[in-house]
């Protein structure tokens, strides 16, 4: 099974953020995912942001998107970096849907 940053994507969809039960993945938080093919297997990197620096679920949210990543066929490690840049707005990273059930139009 070939693993692609969409599978990825899709098995970390269900991972929520826990204050607004929006999937991470359509609030934007999740900005990028690579993904390294070797001898033993595929390994992920994921960079997440989250909605503020004092968000105090921070690691309950990587751990669900770790946890998640990991159930993707193919995948054999999985390692979540937590980054802050840029900075998270929502009218630059969520997707319509999101903006619609947070009231920004």
Do not use: Q
């Amino acid at each position: 099974m070939v693993v692609t940053k969409e599978s990825l994507l899709a098995a970390i969809h269900p991972v929520e953020d826990p204050e607004l039960e929006i999937s991470l993945v359509e609030l934007g938080l999740i900005y990028d995912v690579r993904i390294e093919d070797g001898d033993e297997g595929t390994h992920v990197e994921i960079d997440l942001t989250l909605t503020s620096p004092g968000c105090p679920v921070a690691p309950e949210i990587m751990a669900s998107v770790h946890r998640s990543a990991l159930m993707a066929e193919g995948v054999r490690t999985v390692h979540v970096n937590l980054v802050w840049t840029p900075r998270w707005d929502p009218k630059l990273h969520a997707s319509e849907d999101a903006l619609m059930d947070m009231g920004i139009f």
